[in-house]
């Protein structure tokens, strides 16, 4: 049973414009929800997160949005780069360790 | 500094056998954390170890999986008679725990098992 819905599966977007990811999530009790990038081969890394006290978080290119009455969060990547050609996935968790991760969405940004 | 590993790299292996998987953990961590990732899939909570104790071994499949971390470093996760079905790439994360909490996992590249 998955706890976290992630769509789409797969994206492709042209160098310089915008990708979203969005994830959506039933269990009430989740309270950090973070992002994890993964390139083949390689272990998830964290990518950036937030807590539902707060509706957006911004690291650079990358911008979390949260609405905790819809149950729904989604990543922007602003800008992007051939180098963010990756999976993503995201994650919540109602403990400090216990990730309950999406099915991932797979980018390729186009140069 | 190093990462978590992870060896082998990959497995190959013949249905019914017994296979070991290693992971290395960040020094210092306290927490360690297996997954498991089938092709397509996000990663699949296993088993999640504080110090030398597993804390929490509700996502393990079922009595074929065992995993022990007897020092509190190194921790093996072993899976007796092999399945098809056990064939994906076994993760390994590990943290430390921060004054808030919010414990930051750093993943290792994982051990690719194919049971044949």
Not at chain 1, 8 to 26: H, R, T
Not at chain 1, 47 to 67: C, H, M, Y
Request: proline residues 5%; contains cysteine; charged residues 20%.
């Amino acid at each position: 049973q998955q706890q976290v819905k992630q769509s789409p599966q797969s994206l492709i977007v042209q160098k310089g414009g915008i990708s979203i990811i969005n994830c959506a999530y039933e269990n009430t009790a989740f309270d950090y929800f973070p992002w994890y990038q993964q390139f083949p081969g390689k272990g998830p890394a964290l990518l950036i997160a937030i807590r539902p006290d707060v509706s957006e978080k911004k690291e650079g290119r990358f911008t979390i949005s949260f609405n905790k009455s819809a149950k729904q969060f989604s990543l922007h990547i602003m800008d992007s780069q051939p180098g963010d050609s990756a999976t993503y996935f995201c994650a919540a968790t109602s403990r400090d360790y216990k990730l309950s991760f999406g099915a991932g969405t797979t980018v390729t940004v186009r140069a | 500094g190093a990462g978590v590993s992870q060896t082998p790299s990959n497995k190959v292996t013949e249905k019914g056998k017994y296979v070991e998987l290693r992971c290395d953990p960040i020094s210092g961590h306290t927490a360690l954390y297996w997954y498991r990732q089938s092709l397509g899939q996000g990663p699949e909570f296993l088993i999640y170890f504080q110090g030398t104790g597993a804390a929490d071994d509700s996502g393990l499949p079922n009595d074929r999986f065992f995993a022990v971390r007897p020092e509190g470093s190194v921790s093996t996760l072993k899976i007796q008679r092999t399945e098809r079905g056990d064939s994906a790439v076994y993760l390994c994360a590990s943290s430390e725990l921060g004054t808030s909490g919010r414990a930051r996992q750093y993943f290792g590249p994982g051990t690719r098992l194919l049971v044949l």
